[in-house]
């Protein structure tokens, strides 16, 4: 059944086996979801630099990489307490090398209205919405443009297995965090993890979910997908932390759906991967829409830290704001894409992206490119992109007040990258990601 | 405390301090006054180690050590304090943790140890409360969204904070309002002392009915060409600075 392509690809190798063990997750149905994921995946196998879309994204380092199933290994508390963000007070879901851990979640007692599990308890529980929701967000389909590369987000399909499902129903605000912690440990053996995340929001529903991303050692590929449906007047805060190992690859697809008058915030930072790599698409299909894209990003040593982010203007009167920041230190690299469209009906949209990177030597380098494709004639999108080295006059007013050079450029470096941060409203998490991110810059 | 002799200073190609002469021992207040462009900021700057100036002659000693030696960092440890005419924003750096940073950096510097988190605070809110600072200026961002007014009169209070032994204020009177005029130079005379030099720079006589000077110079075109008592600047608000010129004039 396997061509001889797909039989060599390093992410399919064992794939027979890997469905024989993740079959037994979740309800039949999902069988349909991994077979169509395969079989798009297939088409086109690992991208390479001359996919537009990974030209600053070199893959050829995991060719020769085996990569195999990822279950088996087991965690302390003790190990995840030690984690950066292992000890935040919230409804935890923790999966490790994508396996779920009942032992270290902790998500009973929810209010009325409110399900925080996993995605086979969820279709269970509430097959409709699964159904109607997962790998039904994620897709281009009937989206402008034809730029985006899929890939990733059918192969993270065709891996389907466990996951973390959200649901809050009509007008219930879920007042506790949630935190959905992604795990990796690579013993001897490499391997591919497919982390998933579905989160639906009814209309005028609230909450808070910080999704964590970390590595405590060896060579992996994690391929996570995440799903945002927002109803009307919902409202939903997307901090996402990315700290996998310093040879880890992290290829991430966020994918949200907007209607009218909801507010969707994404804090987005990257400290982690030897390659790292994450798309956040939102889809506007509402009026008076607010969608807020933030990201945060330090890159030292080799480290690629690639962004890029799209948001589909399809309805009138929305706005956006997307700040996306980058440090690179050594030889790090930076790339950021953003994309804005505005359909033909989505007039009075106002859109801002802007993007910052500081350089802090002579040899890390940042590569931006925002695309605004605009169809509609009375809109106002503005994009601005700032590529230096930290301010001048800031540093002499640092150091004319005493503080010596390289304390002055930290502390400048640092706040550069909290302003980020501050918009993360999870108080623990927010203290959790300061303290990670002081310590990367020491 | 402070010896400027001949100094020479341009930017790029241009010449713009010509031979710059200026003593302040302790305990005196000098004032220097002149025309917009004739070099005020500039020696402000030079003193407080900016390098977008060369100096290409002529010497300044400051506690018997070459100041122009030292990285702007040893300069204000070793006293030196220059208010800016144009205060820099910091944004995500508030103004208690910049100050924390800077008292204990100049500590440091001292061989002095490091404040406690209380007794710092204790010190910053005594300051802030001569100063009449809003508490929740110190919880901001350093400068960020400040007033013109509000921001001339943060560095007073950074002044106040940090107890330079030299303070240079450049224009720190323009935007200020009448009663935070009172403020800031109540906060300056509270520094006064026999064993502090202060430097004030400014365009208006009315400052220094607050800070009364026993000096005043007049910088025009890189050079100081007059010299005085406080008189002096009396006599420049009356007649301007064309008086002056004839002068010079006269005696060329
Ligand atoms: N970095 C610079 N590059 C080019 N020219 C400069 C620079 N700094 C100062 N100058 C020039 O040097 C001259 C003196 O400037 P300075 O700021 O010292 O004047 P000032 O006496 O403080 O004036 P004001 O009363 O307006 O504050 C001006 O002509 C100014 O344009
Ligand atoms: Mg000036």
């Given at each position: 059944?396997?061509?001889?392509?797909?039989?060599?690809?390093p992410?399919?190798?064992?794939?027979?086996?890997?469905?024989?063990?993740?079959?037994v997750?979740?309800?039949?149905?999902?069988?349909?979801i991994?077979?169509?994921?395969?079989r798009?995946?297939?088409?086109?196998?690992?991208?390479?630099?001359r996919?537009?879309?990974?030209?600053y994204?070199?893959?050829n380092?995991?060719?020769?990489?085996?990569?195999?199933?990822?279950?088996?290994?087991?965690?302390?508390r003790e190990?995840?307490?030690?984690?950066?963000?292992?000890?935040?007070?919230?409804?935890?879901?923790?999966?490790?090398?994508?396996e779920?851990?009942?032992?270290?979640?902790?998500?009973?007692?929810?209010?009325e209205?409110?399900?925080?599990g996993?995605?086979?308890?969820?279709?269970e529980g509430?097959?409709?919405v699964?159904?109607?929701?997962l790998?039904?967000?994620?897709?281009?389909?009937?989206?402008l443009?034809?730029?985006?590369?899929?890939?990733?987000?059918?192969?993270?399909?065709?891996?389907?297995?466990?996951?973390?499902?959200v649901?809050?129903?009509?007008?219930?605000?879920?007042?506790?965090?949630?935190?959905v912690?992604?795990?990796?440990?690579a013993?001897?053996k490499r391997?591919?993890?497919?982390?998933?995340?579905?989160?639906?929001?009814?209309?005028?529903?609230?909450?808070?979910?910080l999704?964590?991303?970390?590595?405590?050692?060896?060579d992996y590929?994690?391929?996570?997908?995440a799903?945002?449906?927002?109803?009307a007047s919902?409202r939903?805060?997307?901090d996402?932390f990315?700290q996998?190992?310093?040879?880890?690859?992290?290829?991430?697809?966020t994918?949200v759906?907007?209607?009218?008058?909801?507010v969707?915030?994404?804090?987005?930072?990257n400290?982690?991967?030897?390659?790292?790599r994450?798309?956040?698409?939102?889809?506007v299909n509402?009026e008076?829409?607010e969608?807020?894209?933030?990201?945060a990003n330090?890159?030292?040593?080799?480290?690629?830290?690639?962004?890029?982010?799209?948001i589909?203007?399809a309805l009138?009167?929305?706005?956006?704001?997307?700040?996306?920041k980058s440090?690179?230190?050594?030889?790090?690299?930076g790339?950021?894409?953003?994309?804005i469209?505005?359909?033909?009906?989505a007039q009075?949209?106002?859109?801002?992206q802007?993007?910052?990177?500081?350089?802090?030597?002579?040899?890390?380098t940042?590569?931006?490119k925002p695309?605004?494709?605009?169809f509609?004639?009375?809109?106002?999108c503005?994009?601005?992109?700032t590529?230096?080295q930290?301010?001048?006059?800031?540093?002499?007013?640092l150091r004319a007040?005493?503080?010596?050079k390289a304390?002055?450029e930290?502390?400048l470096?640092?706040?550069f990258?909290?302003?980020?941060?501050?918009?993360?409203t999870?108080e623990e998490a927010?203290?959790?990601?300061?303290a990670?991110l002081?310590?990367?810059?020491? | 405390?402070?010896?400027?002799?001949?100094?020479?200073?341009r930017v790029?190609e241009?010449?713009?301090l010509?031979g710059?002469?200026?003593t302040?021992?302790p305990?005196?207040?000098?004032a220097?006054?002149?025309?917009?462009?004739?070099g005020?900021?500039?020696?402000a700057s030079?003193?407080?180690?900016?390098?977008?100036?060369?100096?290409?002659?002529?010497s300044?000693e400051?506690?018997?050590?070459?100041l122009l030696?030292?990285?702007?960092?040893?300069?204000?440890?070793?006293?030196?304090f220059?208010?800016?005419?144009?205060?820099v924003?910091?944004?995500?750096?508030?103004?208690?943790?910049f100050?924390?940073?800077a008292?204990n950096?100049?500590?440091?510097?001292?061989?002095?140890?490091?404040?406690?988190p209380?007794?710092?605070?204790?010190?910053?809110?005594?300051?802030?409360?001569?100063?009449e600072l809003d508490?929740?200026m110190?919880?901001r961002?350093?400068?960020e969204g400040?007033s013109?007014?509000?921001?001339?009169?943060?560095e007073i209070f950074?002044?106040?904070?940090?107890?330079?032994t030299?303070?240079?204020?450049?224009e720190t009177?323009?935007?200020l309002?009448?009663?935070?005029?009172?403020?800031?130079?109540n906060?300056v005379?509270?520094?006064?002392?026999?064993?502090?030099?202060v430097?004030?720079?400014?365009?208006?006589?009315?400052?220094?009915?607050?800070i009364?000077p026993d000096?005043?110079?007049v910088?025009?075109?890189?050079?100081?060409?007059?010299?005085?008592?406080?008189?002096?600047?009396?006599?420049?608000?009356e007649k301007?600075?064309?008086?002056?010129?004839e002068?010079i004039?006269?005696?060329?």
């Open positions: 059944m396997l061509d001889i392509k797909i039989a060599n690809d992410l399919l190798l064992d794939y027979e086996d890997r469905v024989r063990v993740n079959a997750n979740g309800p039949e149905w999902f069988s349909e991994r077979s169509k994921g395969f798009a995946y297939s088409e086109f196998g690992v991208p390479t630099i996919d537009e879309e990974f030209k994204f070199p893959l380092g995991i060719s020769d990489w085996k990569l195999g199933h990822p279950y088996g290994v087991t965690l302390t190990a995840l307490e030690a984690t950066g963000v292992g000890k935040i007070d919230a409804v935890t879901l923790v999966f490790i090398n994508g779920f851990s009942p032992e270290l979640s902790s998500y009973d007692a929810l209010p209205g409110v399900f925080v996993t995605l086979a308890e969820g279709a509430f097959e409709q699964v159904k109607d929701n790998a039904q967000i994620a897709t281009y389909q009937g989206k443009g034809s730029t985006n590369d899929p890939r990733f987000v059918e192969l993270n399909n065709a891996l389907l297995s466990e996951g973390a499902f649901y809050i129903q009509k007008n219930q605000t879920l007042e506790r965090p949630i935190h912690v992604f795990v990796n440990r013993e001897e391997f591919t993890v497919a982390p998933r995340l579905l989160v639906v929001l009814e209309e005028n529903a609230e909450a808070k979910l999704e964590s991303h970390i590595g405590l050692g060896g590929l994690s391929i996570p997908v799903e945002v449906r927002l109803a919902a939903f805060e997307h996402r990315q996998e190992t310093l040879s880890a690859y992290h290829i991430s697809n994918f759906h907007q209607e009218g008058k909801s969707y915030t994404s804090n987005n930072v400290f982690g991967g030897k390659s790292a994450n798309d956040v698409n939102a889809y509402g008076y829409a969608t807020l894209l933030n990201g330090v890159a030292t040593g080799d480290q690629v830290l690639d962004n890029h982010t799209r589909d203007h009138p009167n929305c706005q956006s704001f997307e700040i996306y440090i690179l230190k050594d030889n790090g690299v790339v950021f894409n953003g994309k469209f505005v359909y033909e009906d009075k949209t106002d859109a801002k802007t993007n910052q990177a500081i350089l802090l030597s002579p040899t890390a940042m590569n931006t695309q605004l494709e605009i509609a004639d009375d809109v106002k503005t994009h601005g992109a590529i230096g930290l301010r001048d006059d800031a540093m002499f007013y007040r005493g503080v010596p304390q002055a930290a502390i470096v640092y706040a990258a909290a302003e980020v941060l501050d918009k993360v999870i927010k203290s959790a990601l300061e990670v002081f310590e990367k810059l020491a | 405390m402070l010896e400027i002799t001949n100094l020479h200073a790029e241009k010449e713009i010509k710059i002469n200026l302040v021992r305990g005196e207040v000098h220097i006054m002149g025309p917009n462009g004739s005020k900021s500039t020696l030079i003193l407080a180690g900016k390098n977008d100036y060369e100096v290409t002659e002529g300044v400051f506690n018997a050590k070459d030696e030292l990285d702007p960092e040893e300069r204000a440890g070793e006293g030196l220059l208010a800016f005419q144009y205060p924003e910091i944004p995500g750096v508030t103004n208690t943790y100050l924390r940073s008292l950096a100049i500590r440091k510097y001292r061989g002095d140890s490091e404040l406690s209380t007794e710092f605070m204790k010190h910053i809110k005594s300051k802030a409360a001569m100063m508490s929740t110190l919880s961002s350093v400068n400040f013109g007014g509000e921001k001339k009169r943060n950074q002044m106040a904070v940090l107890e330079p030299l303070c240079v204020l450049d009177d323009s935007g309002d009448i009663d935070a005029l009172k403020i800031v130079s906060g005379n509270t520094l006064r002392g026999p064993e502090r030099g430097l004030v720079i400014t365009h208006y006589q009315r400052l220094l009915n607050y009364v000096f005043v110079h910088l025009m075109g890189g050079r100081i060409v007059k010299s005085g008592g406080r008189e002096l600047a009396l006599e420049l608000e301007g600075y064309g008086f002056i010129e002068e004039a006269a005696k060329a």
